[in-house]
């Protein structure tokens, strides 16, 4: 229920006029009250005058939209665009207003979660990607301003950098002049961009308050880049670490050591050691097949989050996991793309068995489990009564093993979500695993409402109406992959091209 203070806040703001005419009397302990009422009725006009005359030393973006400030309705995924320009455009107005000393000292604007479907009323969103570029474009216009000289405005970001953004990153990150607001990087993704420049970047950005860095996708990285990244730069803070696709692959001029060590791989993992505050590791389709002791024995912290999805495990690997200190901590578990049941079966259930306390997440895509294995699976989930998640898209299994395996969810008490893959029934006889796309998308539709309305039907029956349940064929919803998209297909675009330029020409001189 709303406190009469809100609903009167709510009734000033939705007056921009009367409640911008106002605010010279107003406490100023009302101030994160207004920008709430304004942000949720969608008020972009009030929410910029209230940040340009914002009276308070602090702005916590996150903090005035969580649930613990009034009223506890969570505001943080909705990503409204109006809103998100007017707190930028505020921010630069109030740095340009005119009279004495800013009491503003920071501006934390991090928190925002983007989500598929905005609830906000004009349904515009403005992902991470535009809220990089926007708050870069505002710090150059500012830069360029002649202002009087004052102690600048630390603005804390999660910043997304590509190719298309870069430049104007890099000139907001390394100012040439005084800067009114300087920009303090917690949170870094990176894609679309080559070695050198993210190692710029980063070097700007301020990598010793970094507490996540994601480089992802279309950043081409090898063993001796990663090497360079995490020995020339830094993490002291970093908390969570993803890195592309073969990262750990050798450099291409790199030659076999005699004694079979990888100096590379020593180095990468002494760095990863020093960082006393990494809790989150991925590195999915990287082959780290017999690395896995060298690189995760060092650490000093129990990992919480670890993605190994596609990265060709073996025997020694998951043993080493099986029974190594981060099995009891971790909560996050990706091991997609290994046949798990049919090559590890003991150790994969001394890992679940040793994770059954803590894990709530664990994704086992395309790891080829089928219907004789449902018996092996339901024994090592039993003990997981944590887990909130289940991810198996990708695996032969038949109606009736999925069947028995819902049956026995429904004992998990805090199971919510489960993505399951599409019965081995709804596709032609003699669909082999795993299935590319095109091959993954022709099944009988019908026939897969029936089964899913059955499924549900089971979980209904057991009083588990709460577990919600899907097959998103082709992954789960990026909010990041989707707001960049055209960028990232250009950019896929223009390697392809230069793969058959450099072709062409080795056929040629042949």
């Not at 695993?433 to 095109?438: C, I, N």
């Not at 919600?468 to 992959?481: A, E, H, K, N, W």
Request: aromatic share 6%; charged share 20%.
């Amino acid at each position: 229920m709303r406190s009469l203070r809100f609903i009167s806040a709510e009734a000033l703001v939705s007056h921009p006029q009367v409640a911008k005419q106002s605010l010279d009397g107003v406490a100023h302990n009302l101030y994160p009250l207004l920008f709430k009422a304004s942000y949720l009725l969608e008020q972009a006009e009030v929410i910029r005058t209230l940040l340009e005359r914002w009276p308070l030393e602090e702005f916590w973006l996150s903090a005035l939209l969580g649930p613990r400030s009034e009223p506890p309705e969570d505001l943080r995924d909705r990503a409204c665009r109006a809103c998100l320009e007017a707190c930028v455009q505020g921010l630069a107005d109030h740095v340009l207003r005119a009279g004495g000393p800013r009491r503003l000292r920071v501006a934390d604007l991090t928190g925002i979660r983007d989500v598929q479907v905005q609830q906000c009323p004009c349904g515009r969103a403005l992902g991470r990607w535009g809220r990089t570029e926007l708050l870069a474009r505002t710090c150059c216009r500012l830069q360029a301003e002649p202002l009087v000289a004052q102690r600048p405005i630390q603005v804390l970001a999660d910043l997304f950098v590509t190719e298309g953004n870069f430049k104007v990153v890099v000139q907001a990150l390394g100012p040439s002049g005084p800067a009114p607001l300087r920009v303090h990087c917690l949170s870094f993704r990176a894609d679309s961009l080559g070695p050198s420049q993210l190692l710029h970047v980063l070097r700007l950005a301020g990598p010793g308050e970094l507490r996540r860095l994601e480089v992802v996708h279309n950043v081409r990285l090898h063993a001796g880049h990663v090497q360079q990244l995490l020995a020339q730069v830094g993490f002291p803070q970093l908390a969570s670490l993803t890195l592309p696709a073969k990262a750990f692959d050798a450099p291409p001029t790199s030659t076999p050591t005699p004694d079979g060590e990888d100096p590379l791989l020593t180095s990468i993992a002494w760095e990863l050691s020093q960082m006393t505050q990494l809790t989150e590791l991925s590195v999915a389709f990287s082959t780290l097949t017999g690395k896995i002791r060298k690189l995760l024995g060092p650490l000093r912290t129990p990992l919480r989050v670890l993605d190994l999805a596609n990265c060709s495990l073996n025997h020694a690997d998951m043993a080493f996991l099986a029974d190594c200190a981060h099995s009891m901590c971790l909560e996050v578990l990706d091991l997609s793309g290994h046949s798990l049941f049919s090559l590890f079966p003991s150790t994969f259930f001394r890992l679940l068995g040793r994770a059954a306390q803590t894990l709530r997440i664990l994704t086992l895509e395309e790891c080829s489990i089928e219907d004789s294995h449902m018996s092996m699976l339901i024994l090592a989930l039993s003990p997981c009564h944590e887990l909130c998640e289940l991810r198996f898209l990708g695996n032969p299994l038949s109606a009736r093993a999925l069947r028995r395996l819902f049956t026995a969810l429904c004992e998990l008490p805090k199971l919510r979500c489960v993505e399951f893959p599409v019965p081995k029934d709804c596709y032609p006889e003699g669909t082999t695993y795993p299935q590319d796309e095109l091959a993954m998308s022709k099944f009988d539709q019908q026939k897969y409402n029936v089964i899913a309305e059955d499924l549900r039907a089971v979980l209904l029956r057991a009083g588990r109406g709460d577990i919600q349940v899907c097959t998103p064929l082709f992954g789960s919803f990026d909010p990041d992959i989707q707001e960049t998209s055209n960028e990232l297909g250009a950019f896929l675009l223009q390697a392809f091209k230069t793969a058959l330029e450099n072709f062409s020409r080795a056929l040629e001189q042949m």
